[in-house]
């Protein structure tokens, strides 16, 4: 049987151009402006400009990847990569390498990996199976059990404390079992009851995360350590004026004031080389990427890729919610990198894995679950 040239033109058209138009032209030009802002960010980081390329193109292999895993395979795989993720997160709890106070890193001989990353996609895929499984029928123990199985990943993550990455899978699972359905007056029992609990919960909190929410509300209590962060990037934000610096002429950034600049800070190096009208920029092309990714989640066939999709959208949301909010000095500081823009190999995967899945549910939105 002969290939004719049409054969071959349809089978590139649909294994290489798998990406959604929309997502795919945001996510390129948040990338390239990652790729500028992190140019200046790491002008005396030998050698992190380059990885940090290397990861983008990771990221969007990854992603491409991921284009291609058909809904009903995501659903065949979602318990699996749960209980691979808990096993691995309970590995870390007994074998796992301390950096920076922190056990967070399991070393498997060829290399380390941050479990905690798979946990991002991995929780919200196990809620949206659980509840595609029990849908139609859905009682308040249901939601109950969801809880169980979302609690279970966080609390591992908080041990080791890691309280960002906590948060975040906490709204990957949290977003999902909200858009299953549950009721704003559980909701709003559950916001009294942590209000409640608040005097409890700071007690129960390590003294650096305790440190954070001091210095959040008063960063001069100590300038010159644990306030440094939120006061230079703050000075950092505010220094950009309208229309910034320029690229590269940025005083804090080059000067060396603002800490984590390649990480957790870029934002602050954006802001000041950059100014209002870049930020404004920047947050239209977050704009796009997260319409977009609410359409394709109200547009989906079944429960499971509806949830899934709202929920992988949403943690996009709280990913640049976050790190600006902490940059511009309105929310504590926790590890929560700016997608696209941080540096950081696992979190920049994860990123490209959920976009991904997110542009295979557009792609078989017509197909409904067996």
């Not at 790491?42 to 058909?70: K, Q, T």
């Not at 390498?97 to 380390?112: D, Y």
């Not at 644990?226 to 004026?241: E, M, Y």
């Not at 602050?268 to 209002?276: D, P």
Request: hydrophobic share 55%.
């Amino acid at each position: 049987m002969s290939i004719t040239p049409r054969d071959l033109l349809f089978f590139i058209r649909r294994r290489i151009m798998v990406f959604d138009p929309v997502m795919l032209v945001a996510l390129v030009m948040l990338a390239a402006t990652g790729l500028v802002t992190m140019y200046s960010a790491a002008f005396d980081y030998p050698g992190r400009f380059e990885l940090h390329a290397r990861n983008m193109m990771l990221a969007f292999v990854v992603m491409w990847i991921a284009a291609h895993v058909p809904p009903g395979w995501m659903m065949r795989i979602a318990v699996p990569l749960f209980l691979l993720g808990i096993a691995l997160l309970v590995g870390v709890a007994l074998f796992g390498e301390i950096s920076k106070g922190a056990r967070r890193w399991l070393n498997l001989g060829f290399g380390r990996i941050q479990p905690s990353e798979l946990l991002k996609i991995a929780t919200p895929l196990m809620l949206a199976w659980y509840f595609q499984r029990r849908e139609g029928g859905l009682r308040w123990f249901d939601f109950l059990f969801a809880g169980i199985l979302l609690a279970i990943p966080v609390a591992l993550i908080i041990r080791q404390p890691d309280l960002g990455t906590s948060l975040l899978v906490f709204a990957a699972g949290g977003a999902v079992i909200f858009l299953a359905g549950l009721s704003w007056k559980v909701i709003a029992a559950l916001l009294a009851s942590a209000a409640a609990a608040a005097p409890l919960l700071w007690t129960l909190m390590h003294d650096y995360q305790r440190q954070r929410v001091l210095t959040l509300l008063d960063p001069s209590i100590d300038p010159l350590g644990k306030g440094f962060h939120i006061i230079q990037s703050t000075i950092a934000v505010g220094s950009g004026g309208l229309w910034g610096k320029g690229w590269m002429q940025g005083t804090q950034t080059h000067l060396e004031f603002i800490p984590e600049r390649t990480t957790d800070f870029i934002f602050a190096v954006f802001s000041e080389e950059f100014g209002l009208v870049g930020n404004l920029f920047l947050l239209g092309l977050y704009l796009i990427l997260l319409t977009r990714g609410l359409v394709i989640a109200s547009r989906a066939k079944t429960e499971f890729t509806r949830l899934f999709a709202g929920a992988i959208t949403l943690t996009i949301f709280i990913y640049a919610f976050v790190n600006m909010g902490m940059v511009s000095g309105i929310l504590p500081v926790v590890g929560v990198p700016l997608p696209l823009m941080s540096y950081g190999g696992t979190a920049m995967v994860t990123l490209g894995l959920g976009c991904g899945l997110l542009m295979s549910i557009a792609r078989n939105r017509h197909l409904r679950q067996s």
